[in-house]
């Protein structure tokens, strides 16, 4: 059984946050910590599980009235390309429009674009590199 809810109990956040280390800033070198942001108390979180494991994480950011951003998108290394990072941006973007917003933005790292270019969004250009190693590429959806 597949379900996205938002962490709730302390182990919940415990395991949200170690997957999301573990996918996007050990592969960098980076220490634990570094997975964390001040967003992280405003943001809306999702976690994916299927049959009560947590698979997939991200979070959904209010950037101003209409525009949302997707950030820390992450999908366990041996589980991706099986459908999962689609599953939990649905449950992002659906969560979004009902939220109002009509606009979703967000960073790709270089390797995703074909994934984010699968479910809809535009390439805009390059944006930032990630602690000056990784290009991330400024992306978007009209939701609405």
């Known amino acids: 059984m597949i379900e996205v809810k938002k962490p709730e109990s302390e182990k919940d956040w415990e395991l949200y946050y170690d997957l999301r280390y573990r996918i996007l800033r050990e592969p960098l070198g980076k220490e634990r910590g570094s997975e964390r942001n001040e967003g992280d108390e405003t943001g809306?979180?999702?976690a994916l599980y299927e049959n009560n494991t947590?698979?997939?994480?991200?979070r959904l950011d209010r950037v101003?009235?209409?525009v949302c951003q997707a950030r820390f998108v992450a999908v366990e290394s041996h589980l991706q390309g099986k459908?999962?990072?689609r599953k939990i941006m649905t449950a992002l973007e659906n969560e979004a429009l009902a939220l109002g917003y009509e606009k979703l933005i967000l960073h790709a790292r270089d390797y995703a674009?074909?994934?984010?270019e699968k479910l809809g969004y535009t390439l805009v250009g390059p944006s930032y590199k990630?602690?000056?190693v990784l290009q991330h590429?400024?992306?978007?959806?009209v939701l609405a």
């Open 44 to 46: 809306v979180h999702f």
């Open 130 to 132: 990630l602690f000056d």
């Open 137 to 141: 590429f400024e992306m978007f959806k």
């Open 54 to 58: 947590l698979i997939a994480v991200a």
């Open 113 to 116: 674009l074909p994934f984010y």
């Open 64 to 66: 101003d009235e209409t």
């Open 83 to 85: 459908g999962y990072g």
